[in-house]
């Protein structure tokens, strides 16, 4: 399962640029790589456990926490990874994303 997840997120080029985060595909994937790496802490669907309720999360908050906070440990994940778990848990909560993406554009653009 692991070589098939690799293999599909390298293939297609420029990946990076151009994530459909809305990838029914994407989005399992990214509940496998939550299950196996972000559940135990922060619990079934990413309601809070061990660590806060991260649902509609977006890739800059994953990318951020996997490199270690205070009181989360680095992750390591390979590419796509962060992708894939950032589309599962934007999917979980779409309006919380929507805004997330919103701020994080205003503040890019040098806020308005
Ligand atoms: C060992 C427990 C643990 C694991 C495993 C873990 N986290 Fe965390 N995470 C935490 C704790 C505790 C916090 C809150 C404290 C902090 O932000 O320093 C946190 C914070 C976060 C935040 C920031 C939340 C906020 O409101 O600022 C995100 C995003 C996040 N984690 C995503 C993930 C993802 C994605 C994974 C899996 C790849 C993961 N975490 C795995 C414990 C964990």
């Not at 990076?16 to 559940?39: N, R, Y």
């Not at 994940?77 to 994303?97: F, N, R, S, T």
């Amino acid at each position: 399962m692991k070589y098939a997840l690799i293999f599909t997120f390298l293939t297609p080029p420029a990946l990076a640029q151009e994530v459909d985060f809305a990838d029914p595909a994407l989005i399992d994937a990214g509940k496998e790589v939550f299950t196996d790496f972000c559940m135990a802490c922060h619990g079934e669907e990413a309601l809070g456990g061990n660590g806060p309720d991260i649902q509609g999360a977006i890739l800059s908050d994953v990318t951020q926490a996997i490199r270690g906070t205070d009181q989360m440990e680095p992750v390591e994940l390979v590419d796509g990874e962060p992708e894939a778990v950032a589309a599962y848990l934007m999917a979980l909560a779409p309006k919380v994303a929507e805004i997330k993406m919103r701020l994080l554009a205003d503040r890019q653009q040098g806020s308005k």
